[in-house]
């Protein structure tokens, strides 16, 4: 009798809808079969989650958070940080995470310096902090995470916007910032009780070059909630 038997791994099922804000904020624009994707990954996900641009998102609000006078040490810091990360994806393989985060994060440094007229309009317009608060809303039965990067604040040190970084190199789907900043500003409602106005809710499109503000109208409320409906209907089935 053979002693040896081998394991049989359990896949790990989501029994109710929850996806991340990317996955949801995505689903709206996509195919048929792009849109079952997104929810099978999210019903069955796996062990194995890619962090491609972790590092930057850290220096970057890390960065901003520290509120200088004077910009151009925001850029000098993402210049050097850049540099270095390069160096240091040199010791890896390039098909490993630890090159491609170190590589990416370089990348996405080196693309925000190209848009620092653009984001010096920003800075001069708020006090930015780093949002590390886990946050989800409920919307009709579908949980969607919906943590903002920074949280942006006057100089009376009330909150009166938000900032979400989009580190994707692939170009935005139909509505997906819109429904991205729309999650954000509904949890603020929701928790908070801040009904943010949506000129000071954006999303930096870093690879695009691109500041985003939300649409909040009942167009935006609309695919909101049916995407929800529907994504509670095909869960069940999958």
């Known amino acids: 009798m053979d002693n040896h038997q081998s394991e049989v791994k359990q896949a790990k099922v989501v029994e109710d809808p929850r996806l991340s804000l990317t996955q949801f904020s995505r689903y709206h624009g996509s195919t048929l079969k792009g849109r079952q994707r997104i929810l099978l990954d999210s019903k069955y996900p796996g062990d194995y989650i890619p962090k491609y641009y972790n590092i930057a998102r850290k220096i970057i609000t890390g960065t901003f958070s520290a509120n200088f006078n004077d910009y151009d040490l925001y850029f000098e810091e993402f210049r050097r940080q850049a540099t270095i990360l390069k160096k240091e994806a040199l010791a890896?393989?390039?098909?490993?995470?630890?090159?491609?985060?170190?590589?990416?994060?370089?990348?996405?440094?080196?693309?925000?310096?190209?848009?620092?007229?653009?984001?010096?309009?920003v800075l001069d317009r708020y006090v930015l902090n780093t949002n590390s608060k886990r946050a989800a809303i409920m919307v009709n039965g579908v949980k969607i995470s919906s943590k903002a990067d920074m949280q942006l604040f006057d100089l009376a040190a009330e909150q009166i916007g938000l900032l979400r970084f989009n580190f994707s190199q692939s170009r935005l789907k139909t509505n997906e910032a819109d429904l991205a900043l729309k999650v954000?500003?509904?949890?603020?409602?929701?928790?908070?009780?801040?009904?943010?106005?949506?000129?000071?809710?954006?999303?930096?499109?870093?690879?695009?070059?691109?500041?985003?503000?939300?649409?909040?109208?009942?167009?935006?409320?609309?695919?909101?909630?049916?995407?929800?409906?529907?994504?509670?209907?095909?869960?069940k089935a999958l």
């Open 92 to 121: 890896f393989p390039s098909n490993t995470d630890d090159y491609k985060n170190r590589y990416l994060s370089a990348g996405a440094l080196e693309a925000l310096i190209r848009m620092a007229d653009k984001l010096t309009r």
């Open 184 to 235: 954000l500003m509904s949890y603020a409602k929701e928790t908070d009780g801040k009904s943010l106005a949506p000129k000071h809710c954006l999303l930096i499109d870093i690879h695009s070059g691109n500041i985003l503000t939300a649409k909040d109208n009942r167009l935006i409320e609309s695919v909101l909630l049916d995407s929800c409906s529907e994504i509670g209907q095909i869960w």
